[in-house]
């Protein structure tokens, strides 16, 4: 058995901040941030929180699925920004979305996330342990930027999207994944070991509970291990690049998407983007993408669908499915 997608959603806030904003917070530009990373905007949230984005995110692939909640047997939410530690995200998304069977938990591996969590799904499905289960990325990275810091702070959106699997005969799905624990101080956020905080208030100290990135190492890791891990996953599967209908890709950087279809020598129409509206939403990047794909009615029944996400941890996962 396989989990097919059989409904999918997504929210972001209402609340929108385009580069022009953020040029009235930090010294940076529109021109900068455009020609850099590819982002227009982000949506941040006011009163909503993590939880709550990923309920609205999970209520709306409820509704296309036409599944009754009651029928799911496990919600994992792919999050590193969740309000609480505990209560964990999904024990809130199960009592909004009237999921009073399932059990949830949260995972988290930062951007690479959801995709982890699709990979954990499919493993309980073919297993036979579930037939239905709610695989969710969120993620407020507003609550973790430091927002007097353009290097960073330009980069991230909040929101959440949703995919609900269901059990059913089909081709495999192919995955790989990868941790590189050594490279972890390449990204790091939110310290909550501030062993240090009183030394944060000193002028130009640095402020170990906010994130903190080397741009160009995270860059450069993501266009060498991106490529590399496709090619594992379609090693493993047999299939060939040009099989692959749709790469659904961590929306952390176009230039970085742009890179991996070069190096792939893959035409990059077949990567879609929709980072100039959403930014960086880290765990939520793809499921919100997928979510926005398959309302435009792009997604037909039998195409293959290669998603990756890299990140913090090091973290880097891809997965192999058919629509
Ligand atoms: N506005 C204007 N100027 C800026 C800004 C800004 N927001 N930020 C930095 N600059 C300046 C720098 O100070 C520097 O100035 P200098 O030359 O006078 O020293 C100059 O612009 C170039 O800075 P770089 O850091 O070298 O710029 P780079 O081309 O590397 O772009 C960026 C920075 C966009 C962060 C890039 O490294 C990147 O995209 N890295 C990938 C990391 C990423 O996407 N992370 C997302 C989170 S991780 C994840 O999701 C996996």
Request: proline share 3%; charged share 25%.
């Amino acid at each position: 058995m396989v989990g097919k997608i059989c409904g999918t959603g997504s929210y972001v806030p209402p609340h929108v901040m385009d580069n022009d904003d953020l040029s009235k917070i930090v010294d940076t530009n529109d021109e900068w941030i455009r020609e850099r990373t590819g982002i227009g905007k982000r949506h941040i949230i006011g009163e909503e929180t993590t939880s709550y984005m990923a309920g609205q995110a999970a209520l709306r692939a409820v509704e296309q699925s036409g599944i009754d909640p009651e029928e799911i047997d496990m919600i994992l939410v792919a999050t590193s920004s969740s309000e609480t530690v505990f209560p964990c995200a999904a024990c809130e998304v199960q009592k909004m979305i009237g999921a009073s069977r399932a059990v949830g938990y949260d995972l988290n591996a930062a951007c690479t996330g959801f995709v982890l969590a699709f990979n954990t799904a499919q493993a309980y499905i073919s297993a036979g342990l579930c037939r239905t289960v709610m695989v969710i990325g969120a993620d407020s990275m507003s609550n973790m930027i430091d927002w007097t810091d353009r290097s960073t702070c330009i980069l991230f959106g909040d929101g959440a999207g949703a995919a609900l699997l269901r059990a059913e005969e089909g081709s495999p799905v192919h995955m790989a994944a990868h941790s590189d624990g050594v490279k972890g101080p390449a990204l790091t956020g939110l310290s909550r070991h501030r062993k240090n905080w009183e030394k944060e208030l000193e002028p130009g100290a640095v402020k170990e509970s906010y994130i903190h990135m080397d741009g160009q190492g995270v860059f450069k890791f993501a266009v060498r291990k991106v490529p590399e891990i496709i090619e594992e996953v379609l090693e493993e599967s047999g299939k060939s690049l040009d099989e692959i209908d749709y790469f659904v890709l961590h929306q952390a950087n176009r230039r970085i998407i742009e890179a991996v279809a070069k190096r792939l020598k893959t035409d990059i129409s077949k990567f879609p983007m929709n980072l100039e509206e959403y930014a960086n939403t880290s765990a939520a990047t793809v499921p919100i993408l997928i979510d926005e794909m398959n309302r435009k009615g792009m997604f037909r029944k039998g195409q293959k669908i290669m998603m990756a996400g890299f990140g913090a941890g090091l973290t880097w996962a891809a997965s192999l499915f058919e629509w």
